[in-house]
């Protein structure tokens, strides 16, 4: 699946870690970027175009993230998709038509959380919990 994160902030940095992680190669455009972003690119785990979103950029791909803080460009961003992509629009929850899921590892488990969109920062305050608590069980067992 081709995969464009407009934008290399830091949601946009915490999205294409994950992305990253899952064994993808995202293509991330955005003239500035964070320092993962750049170490990321470097190591060629992502392909990063230095430069601003231009009109035609979403065209070939499959999964759109929208990760800038330009209300004018998200907007033409969203335009430009169309109703074959799957869009984040992590500006407008309105704007998207799928949401990651918060997720982590424990023992043999793939635990998985999600608020649908409407609340990412409970939703990753959840999980912390939930990591947290699994954790703390001496022996590793779910009880």
Wanted: aromatic letters at 8%; charged letters at 20%; a positive charge.
């Amino acid at each position: 699946m081709k995969i464009l994160v407009v934008g290399a902030g830091t949601i946009a940095t915490r999205k294409i870690q994950k992305l990253v992680v899952a064994g993808n190669i995202p293509t991330v455009i955005a003239p500035v970027a964070s320092e993962y972003v750049q170490k990321a690119a470097a190591a060629e785990k992502i392909i990063w175009h230095k430069r601003a979103y231009q009109i035609g950029d979403t065209a070939d791909f499959q999964m759109i993230f929208i990760c800038t803080n330009d209300r004018y460009v998200n907007k033409e961003i969203l335009a430009a998709t169309t109703p074959l992509q799957l869009v984040n629009d992590t500006t407008n929850k309105a704007n998207s038509n799928f949401f990651n899921l918060a997720s982590f590892t424990y023992q043999d488990f793939e635990i998985a959380l999600s608020s649908q969109g409407k609340s990412p920062k409970q939703t990753k305050t959840l999980k912390e919990q939930l990591v947290r608590l699994l954790n703390q069980n001496e022996d590793g067992s779910l009880k």
